[in-house]
């Protein structure tokens, strides 16, 4: 089972590092061009890739009030045009049972600059 969450984990992350970054979501005040459901996120720069990684039940109420890595990129001085949003969904069971497993992978191997702490893996 830890292999095959590990391979799902990094193609997530492939998926997050090479989507061209035109096809990721701009940032906007009321992200109602983000989806409700679950999700792996990443928050990326044009030319940067991954400042940050998460995991939510609720994508577009996550970002609604805010989300530190975008107060973090503004304090950064970074172009918002170059700071987008990238959603991988989660499907029931990867939400319920695997969510937490896989990004501590994702996080472990990307090491996003704006991920305060590395998830511990066990």
């Known amino acids: 089972m830890t292999d095959d969450v590990e391979v799902q984990a990094l193609a997530i992350l492939d998926s997050l590092t090479n989507t ?23 928050v990326r720069h044009r030319e940067l890739g991954l400042l940050y ?32 949003l990238l959603l991988y969904p989660l499907d029931f069971i ?6 937490s497993s896989l990004e501590a992978i994702i996080i472990a ?6 991920n305060a702490r590395y998830p511990a893996r066990d």
């Open 20 to 42: 061209p970054f035109e096809q990721c979501i701009p940032i906007t005040r009321s992200f109602k061009n983000v989806t409700a459901n679950a999700s792996i996120y990443a």
């Open 53 to 84: 990684v998460g995991k939510t039940r609720y994508s577009r109420e996550r970002f609604r009030d805010g989300h530190k890595a975008f107060l973090w990129s503004w304090l950064d001085h970074y172009d918002p045009e170059d700071v987008r």
């Open 94 to 99: 990867q939400l319920q049972t695997l969510s």
């Open 109 to 114: 191997a990307a090491k996003p600059p704006y």
